[in-house]
């Protein structure tokens, strides 16, 4: 059972930068696996960065150019830096995992919807103020 914690959210002003980071404790967990949602008041989660194959990350249409995935293997940890920040992209932040087997890929159209990952964070808030 995979155990993924969320950290760095916070407060920040518009056209800010801030990372949150994903860590997780299961052994042999492939990063390239995990992707990033978030959830605003009243909307439905949406997927923000994910990996679809090695080497190829995809990214939600309204971050494109502003967020970037990123991992620590050593660490067991996934990143999400975010330049740019406007007050749209305030949210809960969730990391999330998908059980997967070698080539570890998953169809294009399926790598940001929620139901093809099968653990979550507890999320962390990002607030972008204008």
């Known amino acids: 059972q995979a155990h993924l914690v969320e950290s760095g959210g916070g407060t920040v002003q518009s056209g800010g930068s801030l990372t949150v980071s994903c860590s997780n404790n299961?052994?042999?967990?492939?990063?390239?696996?995990m992707a990033w949602f978030r959830q605003a008041p009243g909307k439905e989660r949406e997927g923000v960065a994910a990996?679809?194959?090695?080497?190829?990350?995809i990214y939600a249409d309204s971050v494109k150019g502003r967020f970037t995935w990123s991992r620590d293997d050593a660490a067991n940890t996934i990143y999400l830096q975010m330049d740019n920040l406007k007050p749209e992209d305030s949210a809960i932040y969730y990391c999330a995992l998908r059980k997967c087997v070698w080539p570890l890929n998953i169809p294009r159209d399926q790598a940001l919807e929620p139901a093809a990952y099968d653990y979550w964070g507890q999320g962390t808030q990002v607030t972008v103020s204008s």
């Open positions: 990996i679809d194959r090695p080497g190829d990350t």
């Open positions: 299961a052994y042999l967990v492939v990063n390239l696996c």
